[in-house]
Each structure stands twice: as structure tokens, then as C-alpha cells.
């Protein structure tokens, strides 16, 4: 009888922090609009009349 050896175990999972989460009236305060930089790009997040945030380039 050969013997073999067992099988690798899976690799373990990684950890992640839980994501940071954020009230947007912390972000607009008493604004209906916000700019984010990103990698050197300008984004605008807009609060609608109808409480929906829009995200443009």
C-alpha cells in the first residue's frame, strides 16, 4: 500500500476591517451637494429632492 500525504488545507480567510460607515447628513451638513477627489478626478454627490444621492464624474 502507498501511502500519500493528505491535502493541503485551504488557505485561511482574510480579515477585513468592517467598512466605515458615514450619515450623509454628516457628509452635506446643509448642503444639497459635495465634491471628492479621487486620484486626481472630481466627483459630485448630489442629494435630490427626492432624497437620492447622485454620483457624477
Known amino acids: 500500500m502507498i501511502k500519500t500525504d493528505p491535502p493541503p488545507a485551504p488557505p485561511a480567510p482574510v480579515s477585513r476591517p468592517d467598512p466605515l460607515r458615514l450619515q450623509s447628513r454628516e457628509l452635506f451638513g446643509s448642503r444639497n451637494e459635495i465634491l471628492?477627489?479621487?486620484?486626481?478626478?472630481?466627483?459630485?454627490?448630489?442629494?435630490?429632492?427626492?432624497?437620492?444621492?447622485?454620483?457624477?464624474?
Do not use: A, S, V
Open 36 to 57: 471628492i477627489e479621487h486620484q486626481g478626478e472630481t466627483y459630485r454627490l448630489r442629494l435630490t429632492r427626492n432624497d437620492k444621492l447622485i454620483l457624477t464624474k
